[in-house]
């Protein structure tokens, strides 16, 4: 499968290092359909060596115009035992040419991206016919058939319900 590389394109980044770092490179289609192209998963990487994979990954990641959206984590700024100050994740990333931004993501902005997921996977019922009754449509968020894409699949279809919060999903750690 193609798609124009002059599309608007971006990375959704979760920095990892014991845990795994997941990078899944997304695409807007013209019918206003987002496409996983493929998601990228490693683990027990430097900054510096992730930065790499990632544009090996993703050629489009050095252009200006595809922004990798990471988590906070890639922007604190660490304080080494001695008190120097090292570098950020995210000047690592950018001096590899990465345009590194902040992803929008607040306390209790779970259950918000959730259902917002939710949304983007229906299609079920979400169409009208002429009569006005409903009728399935495509979803608007689909997934290249790629192993990284079937590994996100899979965690995404066993993402456990809160069960002091139906609208939310557990936070677990992650493993292997």
């Known amino acids: 499968k193609t798609m124009d590389a002059r599309r608007p394109q971006w990375v959704g980044h979760d920095w990892g290092y014991s845990h795994p770092a997941v990078s899944s490179w997304c695409m807007k289609a013209p019918d206003g359909v987002t496409h996983v192209r493929d ?5 027990r990487l430097r900054d510096d060596e992730l930065a ?15 922004i990798l959206y990471a988590g906070g984590d890639v922007f604190a700024q660490p304080m080494a035992r001695t008190g120097d100050v090292t570098p950020r994740t995210a ?17 209790g902005s779970r259950k918000r991206h959730v259902a917002h997921l939710r949304r983007l996977l229906a299609w079920r019922g979400i169409e009208r016919d002429a009569a006005g009754q409903p009728r399935d ?11 990284g894409n079937r590994r996100l699949v899979d965690q995404l279809e066993s993402l456990t319900t809160d069960p002091d919060d139906p609208e939310d999903v557990l936070k677990i750690d992650a493993t292997d």
Do not use: M, N
């Open 39 to 43: 998601t990228l998963w490693l683990r």
């Open 91 to 107: 000047d690592v990333y950018r001096a590899a040419g990465l345009t590194v931004v902040r992803a929008p993501i607040k306390p």
């Open 137 to 147: 449509g495509r979803p608007q968020l689909v997934f290249w058939d790629t192993p």
């Open 52 to 66: 790499t994979r990632i544009v090996e990954w993703c050629p489009a990641a050095r252009h200006e115009s595809t």
